[in-house]
T-cell receptor, first 114, second 111 residues
Framework: NAGVMQNPRHLVRRRGQEARLRCSPMKGHSHVYWYRQLPEEGLKFMVYLQKENIIDESGMPKERFSAEFPKEGPSILRIQQVVRGDSAAYFC????????????FGQGTRLTVV | GEDVEQSLFLSVREGDSSVINCTYTDSSSTYLYWYKQEPGAGLQLLTYIFSNMDMKQDQRLTVLLNKKDKHLSLRIADTQTGDSAIYFCAEKDTGFQKLVFGTGTRLLVSP
């Protein structure tokens, strides 16, 4: 049973480019969460999605960031026109459903903006 | 809003016990968690405790919860060099189920 899969593991983008981060939840999990970890800091919540629905996006920056979790395929976190301050590790977590205690994390995507 | 605080560093000798502490503010949290992060890696779920429990033990790990003081601790018995990592405390938001993390405690275990 594969865990939460994120790709790519490392991503380098020039300022102004777009970054697309992918997350495939664990089998049977329909809830996906995205978190961002800045260097030397804890994880900060960004967005919570279920299939085809955004449930809570209170942690998402208002501009340039978007997320989706389509009916088929992985969840995508998209960052348009990246800036140096977007450099961070982006983690995805999945859980089976609301009220579930366990949330399992992927290995993360480390985004570097040059 | 929710806030979770941890001390930044802890240094112990191999074989000693380690105690990592955490305080949180959301009294209605349903679950509280401990995650371990090794350099360059993701977060590994170590253990979690339901908010109506006082203690949970899992092999070398003991979690203590003082709900009145909103204080959570993780005790690692017989600490090994492989336990060196950053340990994050997190609480589960009762509204939308997101996790709120502390800033992490860096545990250094010396031989």
């Amino acid at each position: 049973n594969a865990g939460v899969m994120q790709n790519p593991r490392h991503l380098v983008r020039r300022r102004g480019q777009e970054a697309r981060l992918r997350c495939s939840p664990m089998k049977g999990h329909s809830h996906v969460y995205w978190y961002r970890q800045l260097p030397e800091e804890g994880l900060k919540f960004m967005v919570y999605l279920q299939k085809e629905n955004i449930i809570d996006e209170s942690g998402m920056p208002k501009e340039r960031f978007s997320a989706e979790f389509p009916k088929e395929g992985p969840s995508i976190l998209r960052i348009q026109q990246v800036v140096r301050g977007d450099s961070a590790a982006y983690f995805c977590a999945s859980s089976p459903g609301e009220g579930s205690a366990e949330a399992f994390f992927g290995q993360g995507t480390r985004l570097t903006v040059v | 809003g929710e806030d979770v605080e941890q001390s930044l560093f802890l240094s112990v000798r191999e074989g000693d016990s380690s105690v990592i502490n955490c305080t949180y503010t959301d009294s209605s949290s349903t679950y509280l968690y401990w995650y371990k992060q090794e350099p360059g890696a993701g977060l590994q779920l170590l253990t979690y405790i339901f908010s109506n429990m006082d203690m949970k033990q899992d092999q070398r790990l003991t979690v203590l919860l003082n709900k009145k003081d909103k204080h959570l601790s993780l005790r690692i018995a017989d600490t090994q060099t492989g336990d060196s990592a950053i340990y994050f405390c997190a609480e589960k938001d009762t509204g939308f189920q997101k996790l709120v993390f502390g800033t992490g405690t860096r545990l250094l275990v010396s031989p």
